[in-house]
């Protein structure tokens, strides 16, 4: 077997998880869904176990001068559930692993698991395992276990022509309060921000209600911001996308402060990521019921676009007519690396 010499910044992290599914080779038939996948789906029967993991790294996913640890071991095990609502299954266990720097105070760690023992109380999942281990910086590596009804899971893999585009929640939010985060020049923040970054809400039940219902025809959660999670979605449905720039989805907040950094108040909200909020298809004759489930949920859902034939490309479309090709991924660790 030849092996490219080339570095990860050269090949990034999608092409290091295509050579990683070619080095391991198939898996075992029960595994319906492998690498490559945000949540590994092995077959059970009716049934269908889920396994997703994350892991968070001080100085590269958080800075510990703006970030307390109560909300970070909340946000470590909610990027995993978010997972899981992308799929619309229902989290049960956890397990986690962490890296820890000798130095490091006991009341840091104890407010750290005060913080996932409340994100795990308010999901119902149960804390079964884990590993410590020596580390020069933080490092906080959790696998979720869940379930699922085989027949209702929602992969990305199911967008049709002529579905609809959905969004829940607002775009760009996370990415400007990381920003707020990082400027030392702004002294008052805003706490909405802020907290959209360092405490993201999974959509756990929404997922569930579109699974369940199979009001949804694919689904992912925008992690990697819309334009690189949009991608992900079409290429795994082999199809294209039309989105209409002006129906993403702003905070107040946002639209306000957004200007602080970019001209195009839109430029944050389609390429910044961790939103952790819910895009996904549908058939057009599923609008009725999206926008009733939206209404009992009090969680707001935006359609912001249309699937197209994989020959028509993806596309960001204007009201003034414009319209701009998208032939990149967005957010990649490796690629993104200084």
């Known amino acids: 077997m030849t092996i490219s010499k080339k570095s990860l910044q ?3 992290e999608f092409g290091l998880i295509d050579r990683i599914k070619n080095w391991m080779g198939l898996p075992s038939p029960e595994v319906l869904r492998g690498i490559g996948d945000d949540v590994a789906v092995i077959h059970q029967g009716k049934k269908a176990l889920l396994v997703t993991t994350d892991i968070l790294i001080e ?25 899981i609502a992308a799929m619309g299954g229902v989290p049960k266990y956890f397990l986690i692993a962490m890296g820890l720097p000798k130095n490091l105070s006991l009341p840091f760690v104890s407010l750290l698991y005060q913080g996932l023992k409340a994100e795990a109380k308010r999901f119902q ?12 910086r933080i490092m906080i590596n959790v696998c979720l276990i869940g379930e699922g009804i085989s027949k209702t899971l929602l992969y990305r893999n199911g967008a049709k022509i002529g579905d609809d585009l959905y969004v829940s929640g607002t775009l760009g939010d996370s990415a400007l309060g990381l920003k707020l985060l990082q400027d030392k020049r702004i002294k008052r923040k805003p706490k ?22 199979r009001f949804a025809s694919a689904m992912i959660d925008v992690s990697d911001g819309l334009i690189g999670d949009t991608f992900h979605l079409l290429r795994e449905s082999r ?7 002006e129906c993403i989805p702003l905070s107040r907040s946002y639209r306000k402060w ?31 019921e999206i926008f009733s489930l939206s209404r009992s949920l009090q969680i707001s859902i935006s359609r912001i676009g249309e699937i197209v034939k994989a020959t028509e490309g993806f596309h ?23």
């Open 10 to 12: 050269e090949i990034g």
């Open 59 to 83: 100085d590269i996913h958080f800075e510990r001068s703006w970030v307390d640890p109560y909300r970070l071991g909340r946000k470590a095990l909610a990027v995993n559930l978010s997972d």
């Open 125 to 136: 999942v149960d804390l079964i395992g884990g590993d410590t281990s020596l580390s020069q």
């Open 192 to 213: 909405r921000l802020i907290e959209k970054h360092l405490l993201p809400r999974p959509r756990i039940e929404l997922g569930q209600a579109l699974a369940k219902n």
């Open 239 to 245: 199809v294209g996308a039309r989105i209409w720039k």
């Open 258 to 288: 957004v200007q602080t950094y970019s001209e195009d108040p839109y430029e944050l909200a389609q390429a910044g990521g961790e939103d952790y909020e819910l895009l996904f298809t549908a058939s057009p004759r599923k609008r009725k």
């Open 316 to 338: 960001f479309l204007s009201k003034d007519g414009e319209s701009i090709s998208i032939d990149r991924m967005g957010y990649d660790h490796f690629k993104s690396l200084p």
